[in-house]
């Protein structure tokens, strides 16, 4: 029973983090190679946010999302509170600064040239952008994997608009939240260990799956 | 009338955060012809690449491209690009293989993948590298990956070939075989050709024109405003002799052969009164053998004496100083001035 809940927990922090990294990954790099290839006024204001929102406290971003989402919240029709939506909704929040902040930097790092080679040789502006994407596929897959660490790890987003209930928005942190609140520190530890090699586990099969296929 | 592969009118340039600006007047390049860019570091050669390969927008003046304007174009520039290919002097490859580098204009024009094979294998033999298509382009010399780039480029057949510093990179076993081939395939295909370098000689060899820029500008130059001499040193300054009895000073530590050219607009023209008042090192005698209206308020000046020169002088510039025809002039200009070439 209790092997049943820890795979229950394991499965919702994998589904819910990987679900919230691929969705704010979609979002970020597109925005990511707009900011690294355009200039525009105000670009530097735009920058300093992201990298200030890098830093949100993850309950900052889960109680706002609480009183939207709150029955009486203007999206509280909906009923997203405490399910699963509700937590990918809030890591997403919580993530996507990090991918376009550490995205950004390694669109920036692809040589410029790697863009105006493209359009010499006839590309159009897609191709040209999908091109600088592939020359930066390392750095960037970094981005990603780091927004879904901090996805997997995060507590508070998941607290607020989980709610913690068993077998459905229990997810790993959570559960070591209450181990720890019930005084069971063993197990919290074990769990955190366990979180530390779920996460190595997914790092070593994305890299080696893209190491494979260059 | 023959057809114009560019035609440019006063065309500014600059790039964001940086007091170099690019200003050419006029510029017409004849469609099937070679045309050399020369001139010394940062006189807008690599700018005026881009320009000419749709890359940077002129922030003002008007580019035309087989009789029309591409930047009218919008979202569909691209295919007028496509009538084009750049090679950098330092040029990007793609990470993957050489293969992958090759067939990467193909690809995105949307050609059969049956077709590549043949036609990167022909690429290839052009620049002397069969064999080399499943090597990482990574693991490539400066001189190999500029042959690689350069037969990027060909594999496309452009219309417009464009070639920054083609030789810069290469052994000078090679420079001929490059030259060759840039020479074969303009006979050959018709291709208009563009290329810059450093190298006068290669210019004047190769190119049907030669632009010569300086500083952001296209400049008159002839044969007379460069010089090759057997340069020499004293220890702080060099001098070459172009002419017997004459010395061309400039700073720095040279010897051997060199050519040097020395920037118009350095140039200071002085009434033969004021000789008293002048001193120092490049200072020439010599008469007005030629003057007649150049392009935007400019006079073509020749002046023939200790050293010839033809410049272009700004008309008011000569009003104010009352300049004719074979009156007798001081030329002027600081060793600053020279520039060697090599």
Known sequence: MIFQELAQAIWVSVKVSAAAAAIASALAVPLALFLSSAQFRGKRWVLLINQTLMAAPTVVIGLLLYFLLSRNGPLGMFGLLYTQTAMMFGEILL???????FAYTALRQVDAKARLTALSLGATAGQAGWVVIREARFPLLVAILAGFARAISEVGVAMMLGGNIRGYTRNITTTIALESAKGEFTNGVI???????LTLGINLMVNLGLRSRD | MAVKAYELKDIRFGYPGSRFELEIGGLAIDAGTIAALVGPNAAGKTTLLMLLGLLHKPSAGAIQLFGQNPWNEGNR?????RELAMVSHNPYLFKGTVFDNLVFGLKVRGISEKEWKAKAEEALGLVDMSGFEQKPASGLSAGQAQRIALARALILKPRVLLLDEPTANIDASLVSRIEALINEVNSRMGTTIVFSTHNFSQAFRIANEVIYLSEGKRVEYSHENYFSGHAQSDGRVSWIEPKSGTKIFF??????????????????IFSDEQKKELAGPNLFAGKITRLEMAENDLALVRVAGDLNFRINLPLQELKKKKVALSMQILVKFPPEAVEVIK
């Open chain 2, 251 to 268: 700073p720095g530590q040279f010897s051997g052969h060199l050519t040097c050219v020395i920037s118009p607009g350095k140039i200071k």
């Open chain 2, 77 to 81: 520039l691209f295919l007028r690009r």
């Open chain 1, 95 to 101: 993530i996507l600064p990090i991918i376009i902040g």
């Open chain 1, 191 to 197: 769990l955190g260990v366990l979180l530390l090699f």
